[in-house]
């Protein structure tokens, strides 16, 4: 399968503690995004690279999150001391420069984090 | 802002009759797209239909329909003689260039659940 993969799927830690997750996307596509989604609600946007670059942050992504895309392929998100707060679906997405094509993302399946 | 009002929490509808799920949408760039994306219950969003601001045609892909009214800032999506695997969350999404012509702003979705 060639789509975006991520991994852990599930991630269950303490407060406090540190996690990382990284996405795979699809080989071809340069722009590589994150997204949060709490339970009943539509993905947020958390930051997004074009290659290596990170490009855009948003607001939500305090100090305690670092993303990085060190050789423009895949990506890590890490969430350092974490919070109850941060227990939600983490969404990675991918896309080809806009141009003939609509810049849809692609999706992979998400990583859950519960924080106890 | 931008922003993205999906108004019905859940729909139901009954096997093989057709559904639409309402979008309305707040931008005040010319230019804009609007998305579709379908999020069964394994977590992967799963990109739908697309509709460009200048397209003057409704957007049509099998049996998903975009219903555009862009007097209206509406974007509905008509779901035709529904299937039992189309129950999933549904998300309209936009990018417009004020918001970042990068990422999509989604709604908070409908739950749809097709009846046998």
């Known amino acids: 399968d060639t789509g975006v993969s991520q991994d852990p799927r599930h991630k269950i830690t303490k407060r406090g503690q540190n996690v990382t997750f990284r996405c795979d996307p699809i080989s071809e596509h340069n722009r590589l995004y994150w997204y949060r989604q709490t339970l009943g609600q539509g993905p947020e946007f958390l930051t997004y690279?074009?290659?290596?670059?990170?490009?855009?942050k948003s607001r939500l992504l305090s100090d305690r999150f670092s993303a990085e895309r060190p050789k423009g392929s895949f990506s890590t998100l890490e969430i350092q001391r974490t919070e109850q707060g941060d227990s939600a679906m983490y969404l990675c997405a991918s896309s080809l420069t806009r141009g003939a094509n609509t810049g849809e993302l692609f999706f992979g399946e998400g990583s859950r984090l519960t924080v106890l | 802002a931008q922003k993205i009002t999906q108004t019905q929490p859940g729909m139901f509808v009954q096997e093989k009759e057709a559904v639409t799920l309402d979008c309305t949408y707040d931008?005040?760039?010319?230019?804009?797209?609007l998305f579709w994306y379908k999020q069964p219950s394994s977590g992967e969003m799963i990109f739908l239909i697309y509709?460009?601001?200048?397209?003057?045609q409704n957007a049509t892909e099998g049996r998903y329909s975009l219903n555009f009214q862009k007097a209206r800032k509406s974007a509905n999506l008509v779901i035709s003689a529904s299937q039992l695997g189309d129950s999933a969350m549904y998300f309209c999404?936009?990018?417009?260039?004020?918001?970042?012509?990068?990422?999509?702003?989604f709604g908070s979705g409908t739950q749809l659940t097709v009846l046998p």
């Open positions: 690279f074009q290659n290596e670059a990170q490009l855009e």
């Open positions: 509709q460009g601001s200048y397209d003057e």
């Open positions: 999404a936009m990018r417009a260039p004020s918001g970042s012509a990068r990422q999509l702003t």
């Open positions: 931008t005040s760039d010319q230019s804009y797209g």
